[in-house]
């Protein structure tokens, strides 16, 4: 197989264009191969706690932008979030994500309170955040509160595309700049993309993955764009499964050690979604920890699934998912591969 991390932004997009050509085949067998050398067959668990669907922005692609009328809007309480923290704990999760939309109720002041409740509570578990763009000071503030990791796809990586993805007051140079300001703090850093989303070429997600070269991030969040009926893009086609399990795959051999999640839209597009991506090279499930009153609100796209499932629904149904594909789902931390080899190194 070519040597996918030696190629130029041109070679990139012709591979991604000619769906691997006759390279396919090879490319799985390595994704595969570099996910067992890394990670055996674990696939690990993360509790998600979807907290506030109020946002700021107005991105053209998300259902809880700040100009759609129809979302019926939430937020939860300190004493719910720790609730589901409690809960997820039962199930014997060991990372909960807190995701929301970029609500400026919940101040550096709000958030540094319920991190350190949660770090208090559960000194053995990791907590992800994942809240948008903000200040270098406030990532600072939240990691020293027992944040570990943070999540914030960077959507896309080029210029052009990113600014017709979203509004003018946000720019892809900011999103970026907190990106590397998260890096140089400490944390565990996600970044991703959406597969298919409108205006997208393929040299355009060969721009994501050099950028994904570059930042190194521990993890990489992609799906397949779906739309939402209330945003600018209600009308556009969705992302296919088939080019996202190819990105997956590339991901994989360029990134060998990153967490990749089998995310809830490739299961939307495709029941059996999640298994295809796990076989692909993607190595993490998030099973939803957040009321079901409240997930038929947090709907960033249409047609998602699991917005009724209780939570322990949801645990064992994802268990059972990922056994019958053939790996094994794993309930500790799931940090990665050498921030684990470097915390481990520095212990007494």
């Given at each position: 197989?070519?040597?996918?991390?030696?190629?130029?932004?041109?070679?990139?997009?012709?591979?991604?264009?000619?769906?691997?050509?006759?390279?396919?085949?090879?490319?799985?067998?390595?994704?595969?191969?570099?996910?067992?050398?890394?990670?055996?067959?674990?696939?690990?668990?993360?509790?998600l706690?979807?907290?506030?669907?109020?946002?700021?922005?107005?991105?053209?692609?998300?259902?809880?932008?700040?100009?759609?009328?129809?979302?019926?809007?939430?937020?939860?309480?300190?004493?719910?979030?720790?609730?589901?923290?409690?809960?997820?704990?039962?199930?014997?999760?060991?990372?909960?994500?807190l995701?929301?939309?970029?609500?400026?109720?919940?101040?550096?002041?709000?958030?540094?309170?319920?991190?350190?409740?949660?770090?208090?509570?559960?000194?053995?578990?990791?907590?992800?955040?994942?809240?948008?763009?903000?200040?270098?000071?406030?990532?600072?503030?939240?990691?020293?509160?027992?944040?570990?990791?943070?999540?914030?796809?960077?959507?896309?990586?080029?210029?052009?595309?990113?600014?017709?993805?979203?509004?003018?007051?946000?720019?892809?140079?900011n999103?970026?700049?907190?990106?590397?300001?998260?890096?140089?703090?400490?944390?565990?850093?996600?970044?991703?993309?959406?597969?298919?989303?409108?205006?997208?070429?393929?040299?355009?997600?060969?721009?994501?993955?050099?950028?994904?070269?570059?930042?190194?991030?521990?993890?990489?969040?992609?799906?397949?764009?779906?739309?939402?009926?209330?945003?600018?893009?209600?009308?556009?086609?969705?992302?296919?499964?088939?080019?996202?399990?190819?990105?997956?795959?590339?991901?994989?051999?360029?990134?060998?050690?990153?967490?990749?999640?089998?995310?809830?839209?490739?299961?939307?597009?495709?029941?059996?979604?999640?298994?295809?991506?796990?076989?692909?090279?993607?190595?993490?499930?998030?099973?939803?920890?957040?009321?079901?009153?409240?997930?038929?609100?947090?709907?960033?796209?249409?047609?998602k699934?699991?917005?009724?499932?209780?939570?322990?629904?949801?645990?064992?149904?994802?268990?059972g998912?990922?056994?019958?594909?053939?790996?094994?789902?794993?309930v500790?931390?799931?940090?990665?591969?050498d921030?684990?080899?470097?915390?481990?190194?520095?212990?007494?």
């Amino acid at each position: 197989m070519r040597n996918l991390s030696r190629m130029n932004r041109e070679e990139l997009a012709e591979f991604i264009r000619s769906g691997g050509g006759n390279d396919y085949e090879e490319l799985m067998q390595e994704a595969n191969r570099l996910r067992r050398i890394n990670y055996d067959r674990d696939v690990y668990t993360r509790g998600l706690i979807e907290f506030t669907n109020y946002c700021q922005n107005d991105c053209l692609y998300c259902g809880i932008r700040r100009s759609n009328p129809n979302a019926e809007r939430y937020r939860l309480t300190e004493s719910q979030i720790l609730e589901c923290c409690s809960l997820g704990r039962e199930l014997g999760y060991r990372t909960f994500v807190l995701q929301g939309g970029e609500d400026p109720y919940f101040t550096d002041e709000r958030l540094e309170r319920i991190v350190y409740a949660i770090r208090s509570t559960y000194p053995d578990c990791a907590i992800t955040l994942s809240v948008g763009e903000r200040s270098r000071e406030s990532y600072q503030r939240l990691y020293q509160a027992g944040a570990q990791r943070y999540l914030l796809r960077h959507e896309t990586a080029n210029d052009e595309h990113y600014r017709k993805l979203h509004p003018e007051a946000m720019s892809p140079e900011n999103r970026k700049r907190c990106l590397w300001d998260l890096r140089e703090i400490g944390y565990q850093v996600g970044a991703g993309f959406m597969v298919g989303s409108p205006y997208q070429t393929a040299e355009y997600l060969a721009d994501d993955l050099l950028f994904l070269q570059e930042l190194q991030p521990h993890m990489v969040g992609i799906g397949p764009f779906i739309p939402q009926k209330d945003t600018p893009f209600g009308t556009f086609s969705s992302g296919t499964l088939e080019q996202t399990i190819l990105m997956i795959a590339m991901l994989r051999v360029l990134l060998p050690g990153a967490l990749l999640p089998a995310t809830t839209a490739v299961g939307t597009l495709d029941p059996l979604g999640r298994e295809k991506v796990l076989k692909a090279g993607a190595n993490v499930v998030m099973p939803n920890l957040s009321p079901t009153d409240v997930r038929k609100k947090y709907l960033l796209y249409d047609n998602k699934i699991c917005t009724g499932d209780e939570a322990a629904e949801c645990r064992f149904c994802i268990q059972g998912r990922v056994e019958r594909a053939g790996f094994r789902l794993t309930v500790g931390r799931g940090d990665h591969v050498d921030w684990r080899k470097q915390h481990d190194a520095v212990k007494p």
